[in-house]
């Protein structure tokens, strides 16, 4: 409904998709149950209230009065308090990474609550005192504070043995709970006593790793320094399921992110993780992390979704960022934007989850909607490449180069504008052919490697001169990327990637024959039934084949089934690219333009 019309709730669209079930087993069994929901609906409206009557906290950073080198230690008790309040069903805790905002803030506690839309604060202090002596002990001072009348709920001073940190931990979180006078389950309450480690130096090592699996950036040295604490932890503590679990996701994020996609790292993934539940088959933790490799690896959404729904019993918060992944590749938008604005409530600071509800309703062709959220997404991390690309990627689907134009030059100055290869199209499309291969002999790397694409950067320069009809040039560069693609076919012949960059490599080179065997064993290997946003680049590529082998009606073919689905590719996405510059005049391309004419902006 959000596809069609600005102000729909989410608990609206949420109503309205249980009643389309395409399973009758799914929808409403009964007419007042329907009336039920939308009575509530309205009322809630009226109110002028959230959709729900859980109430709201947020645990700020605890200040560490210890040394400096402990700050990872008291971001750590911050976490671990945060994800024990987290499995509570009646609270909702805003995540870690909006309450790390306010690290050393100067912000009231109104101020903070009035961002952050939450009732209740949990400050605090930590200090680890080591002895000379050998002695450790550990002193925290939370207080609980809530926001309307700045009252002090609760306080207490724990100064305990560095042994009890757990019982700490578990206990702050009991009597928060108890003053906001929430009623625990069983499941709940054992979650909250949960002991991941009785070895304190191992749990020391684990915080370590944590600290730098949570870096915001991403990057090769982040993952690989947070393995090593992890390998530490495991070394002393070798039944430390939960380290086990983060060594593992440490490898999948590596192969994920880009910086190792070896078969020998998703290897050793694997292996940490088995590990884990070999220690505790019911870990939630690990259950995600399996989710993660057969959405990340093996491109298996059914059984990733399996593993994250067994998660979600215990860890929803956690869970519900895959799930909402998951169910977006799968065509079921509407679902996942449901559960993203959800985790967006939670984590109202975090700019990534902020761009991914711009993302969600830009797969919707929402673009009013979504253009609001990444500019949101942006204000809150203006860093962030990411958000700028999808920033121009949008404007693309609603046909707007001069936006996407427009966009490129609102990328601030000092950032690394060359690792986006979003910016090549943007050339590309709008036919400023020398914009293009400036930035391609800037492109840091030779081969542009993502989940989407496998592509040389020399397929890319073929492709250019190919527009300026410049056949030597264009065939110089296209004969090495062909090389490339032929050794890399040796070790991988089941990735889709290679088989559609091949493809449209000798396509572009006139070898049609071969070019059309390549498209169709990339199909082959990953329909569209097996992933509604990565399925459609394959079929926009072998679009770009059948057009250059002159199969007019054949590309045709694929753009109507494409555009059909109403999803991640609009009309414009192909009306654009100048390789398809030959169907512009088709009778059916005429068709498709008066039937998808909302798409394109508006003329003045």
């Not at 512009?584 to 998808?596: F, T, V």
Request: negative net charge; proline residues 3%.
């Amino acid at each position: 409904m959000a596809r069609y019309k600005t102000g729909v709730s989410e608990d609206l669209e949420r109503i309205v998709a249980k009643a389309l079930r395409k399973d009758v087993k799914l929808r409403y069994q009964h007419i007042d149950d329907f009336l039920a929901d939308l009575r509530n609906l309205s009322s809630s409206a009226k109110s002028g209230g959230r959709s729900n009557d859980r109430k709201m906290v947020a645990v700020l950073p605890f200040e560490n009065l210890g040394a400096a080198d402990d700050e990872y230690f008291a971001d750590g008790i911050t976490e671990e308090i945060t994800s024990r309040l987290a499995v509570v069903s009646g609270l909702g805790v805003i995540s870690r990474t909006s309450a790390m905002r306010y690290k050393g803030t100067q912000k009231s506690i109104a101020e903070i609550g009035q961002e952050l839309h939450v009732d209740y604060i949990l400050e605090g202090t930590v200090r680890w005192a080591r002895g000379k002596d050998g002695a450790s002990r550990v002193r925290i001072t939370p207080q609980l504070i809530h926001v309307s009348d700045d009252t002090h709920l609760w306080a207490e001073r724990y100064d305990r043995e560095i042994d009890d940190i757990f019982e700490v931990q578990s206990d702050i979180a009991e009597k928060v709970i108890e003053q906001l006078n929430i009623t625990l389950l069983q499941t709940e309450k054992e979650a909250i006593q949960a002991r991941p480690t009785d070895n304190v130096k191992a749990y020391d090592f684990y915080l370590k790793g944590k600290e730098h699996y949570n870096s915001p950036n991403y990057t090769k040295k982040d993952f690989e320094t947070a393995a090593s604490f992890f390998e530490k932890a495991v070394k002393i503590q070798p039944d430390f399921a939960l380290a086990h679990v983060f060594l593992g996701r440490c490898h999948s994020a590596l192969f994920f992110q880009g910086h190792d996609r070896s078969e020998k790292r998703m290897t050793l993934a694997r292996q940490a993780i088995d590990k884990a539940l070999k220690i505790n088959s019911e870990l939630p933790e690990a259950h995600l992390a399996i989710g993660e490799i057969y959405y990340h690896h093996k491109w298996d959404l059914d059984r990733a979704l399996e593993q994250v729904d067994r998660a979600a019993e215990t860890i929803p918060h956690q869970a519900n960022e895959l799930r909402m992944a998951i169910l977006r590749r799968k065509g079921l938008v509407a679902d996942a934007l449901q559960l993203i604005l959800k985790a967006q409530e939670s984590n109202p600071g975090d700019p990534r989850t902020t761009l991914e509800v711009g993302i969600t309703y830009g797969l919707m062709q929402n673009y009013e909607m979504a253009r609001k959220w990444m500019e949101q997404s942006i204000s809150q991390n203006p860093e962030s490449l990411n958000a700028h690309a999808q920033l121009m990627i949008l404007e693309f689907g609603r046909g707007d180069i001069q936006g996407a134009i427009d966009q490129l030059g609102m990328i601030p100055k000092r950032l690394n504008t060359f690792e986006l290869v979003e910016i090549f199209y943007v050339h590309l499309y709008s036919k400023n052919y020398s914009a293009a291969l400036a930035f391609l002999e800037a492109y840091p790397g030779e081969v542009e490697s993502s989940a989407f694409e496998y592509m040389p950067i020399d397929t890319y320069r073929g492709v250019i001169y190919f527009l300026l009809n410049e056949t030597d040039k264009s065939k110089l560069y296209l004969n090495k990327a062909k090389i490339h693609f032929e050794s890399e076919m040796t070790g991988r012949s089941e990735d889709f990637r290679v088989h559609i960059g091949l493809s449209l490599t000798l396509a572009l080179l006139g070898e049609y024959g071969k070019a059309i065997e390549h498209g169709q064993t990339a199909l082959k290997l990953f329909p569209v039934y097996k992933d509604t946003i990565v399925g459609p680049v394959i079929e926009y590529q072998f679009t770009q084949v059948m057009t250059l082998a002159g199969r007019n009606d054949d590309a045709l073919d694929i753009i109507e089934r494409v555009v059909g689905r109403r999803l991640y590719h609009t009309l414009p996405f192909f009306t654009l690219d100048p390789l398809l510059e030959p169907l512009a005049n088709h009778p059916r391309m005429i068709e498709l333009k008066k039937q998808y004419s909302y798409q394109y902006p508006k003329e003045d």
